[in-house]
């Protein structure tokens, strides 16, 4: 396999670094602030995603050591606003999601109704097939 061209490694090693820029410079602005540090919160304002913050090798023991003075991070729901589009497919299709479970229950409901009717019809069928079979 041959490896990528030069100007194409150039293009990925300025996007590596401007990231890293922008993770770092956020970093400082949410020590300065006193903001609760943490690899979501750190890459949502950076831009950056939280994978590339896990994976660096310098800035991942930073956050660490940020996260781990701050104590730990208060467990609050993000308010609408701050939720991401991700959030809000999985409610769409968690809200899909029940409306098909209702939607199967009652047309459960309704065949289990229809198959004990169809059973008493052949259960007197044969009643009335068992009367006429000994006359």
Same mark, same amino acid.
Request: charged letters at 25%; proline letters at 6%; glycine letters at 2%.
């Given at each position: 396999m041959s490896s990528l061209p030069d100007h194409l490694r150039q293009a990925v090693r300025a996007r590596t670094d401007n990231a890293e820029k922008r993770a770092?410079?956020?970093?400082?602005?949410?020590?300065?602030? %006193? @903001?609760?540090?943490?690899f979501a919160s750190l890459a949502r304002k950076a831009g950056v995603s939280t994978d590339f913050l896990y994976r660096h090798h310098e800035l991942r023991p930073l956050? @660490?050591?940020?996260?781990?003075?701050? %104590?730990?991070?208060?467990?609050?729901?993000?308010?609408?606003?701050?939720?991401?589009?991700?959030?809000?497919?999985?409610?769409?299709?968690?809200?899909?999601?029940?409306?098909?479970?209702?939607?199967?229950?009652? @047309?459960?409901?309704?065949?289990?109704?229809?198959? @004990?009717?169809a059973q008493g019809e052949n259960l007197e069928l044969r009643r009335r097939l068992a009367r006429y079979e000994m006359t």
């Open positions: 770092r410079s956020a970093l400082a602005q949410m020590t300065q602030s %006193g @903001e609760s540090i943490s956050i @660490e050591r940020h996260r781990a003075k701050a %104590g730990p991070a208060p467990s609050r729901p993000l308010p609408l606003d701050e939720t991401s589009s991700t959030s809000a497919a999985v409610r769409a299709l968690s809200a899909r999601l029940s409306q098909q479970q209702r939607i199967h229950r009652e @047309e459960v409901a309704l065949l289990r109704k229809s198959l @004990e009717i």
